[in-house]
């Protein structure tokens, strides 16, 4: 299979030194801010139903390459954002000196703790949750960082929020991308519907009360996506595909559905495929201005139910994803399970844990769509500056904005 030039990988356990990143193919250009980054980390870290750990610890980081003067190099883009705590967890997370004082070996239902035990064969499930920890999305939330300002730099802006929590769902999401993100960030919840805040609160507290937890939808749109990011030539080109991968890979995250999603299969084709019509009239413009996608479109959709890619292309629309989440699985009543240790019944292990973490999820699902979409936005208009790519991505729009090709 076939690697995009412009990728991230990510190392580091959750109570070690710190999780770091490496973000490669980066072009050169592209503005980033000390304090967007913290924002970013920040709005990982929150939302109304974690711990009050969350809220106080500030993430720190260090950026080790890839940065200079607030511009990217071109080098690959590489930060460490350390564990504050790390003094306190350095003797149990020794890399050299083995610390036999914990052993944990009751799995919890829902975590990687059983799969992770019987598949690297260790003495503790320590070493699972250690990795498998939702901790590494704060490396995804730096590396989107970087995607999102170069997006931004063609008009392209990717909002994260949620739908539902339990049963509660958001009824009224504004239309308007402003209204939209005005409302998302204002929000405990990362919800565009004010009036369903409370409810949803009530249903995160109640379950906090029963010592239980709770999950949830959530909503991510992109908007100013020009047609023709991803390619149907290959399986693995596929834009829905690659953006489905993406936000799966998120833990706990169950279901991915693009547009529409699972609705096709109650309707027929005449009720659910997007007709197109002109939007004229058509202008002309002159060779100088600064193209934006939407501001050449010469034609509209009269819906948006594939959610902006047909035939695994973006589709010129605003691309449209949904996810759910799994009600987290660190239970404080702790569920049935088997000791691994005796073999004899017991019951789960607890550490420290959250009880809903949806708007923390619709923020690191924003950052995975961040990623996709500018590494697919570099596979098209290449380039290893800021300058190229703009180069390209003009020339684009020119030849697009003629009616007849
Ligand atoms: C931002 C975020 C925070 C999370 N926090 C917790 C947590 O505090 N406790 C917990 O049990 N699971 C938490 N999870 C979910 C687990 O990491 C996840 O369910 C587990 O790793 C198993 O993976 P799977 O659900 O994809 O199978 C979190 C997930 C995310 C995205």
Known sequence: MEISPFFFVTAGESHGQGI???????????????????????????????GPRMRLEADEFTITGGLRGGV???????????????????????PFVPDESERITRPRPGHADLAGFLKFGYRSIRDVIERASARETAARAVAAVICSNFLQLFGVKVIGFVTSIGNVKADDIPTSVEELEKRVVASELFCPDPAIEEDMKREIDAAAEAGDTIGGTIKVKAYNVPPGLGSYDQWFKRLDARLAMAVMSIPGIKGVEIGAGFQYATVRGSQIHDEIQPRGPIRSYGEEETLLWNDVKWFERLSNNAGGIEGGVSNGEIIELSAVMKPIPTLKKSLRTVDLSTGEAALAHYERSDVCVVPAAAYVCECMVKIVLAAAFLEKFGGDSVRDVRAAYHAYLSRLKEVRF
């Not at 490496?22 to 929150?46: D, F, N």
């Not at 690959?76 to 350095?90: D, L, M």
């Open 20 to 50: 770091c990143v490496i973000v490669s193919g980066v072009p050169s250009g592209i503005p980033v801010a000390e304090e967007y980054l913290r924002k970013a980390l920040t709005r990982r870290r929150l939302g109304y139903g974690r």
């Open 72 to 94: 990217t190099t071109g080098n690959p883009f590489s930060v460490i954002v350390w564990n504050t705590e790390r003094e306190k967890w350095s003797k149990l997370m020794s």
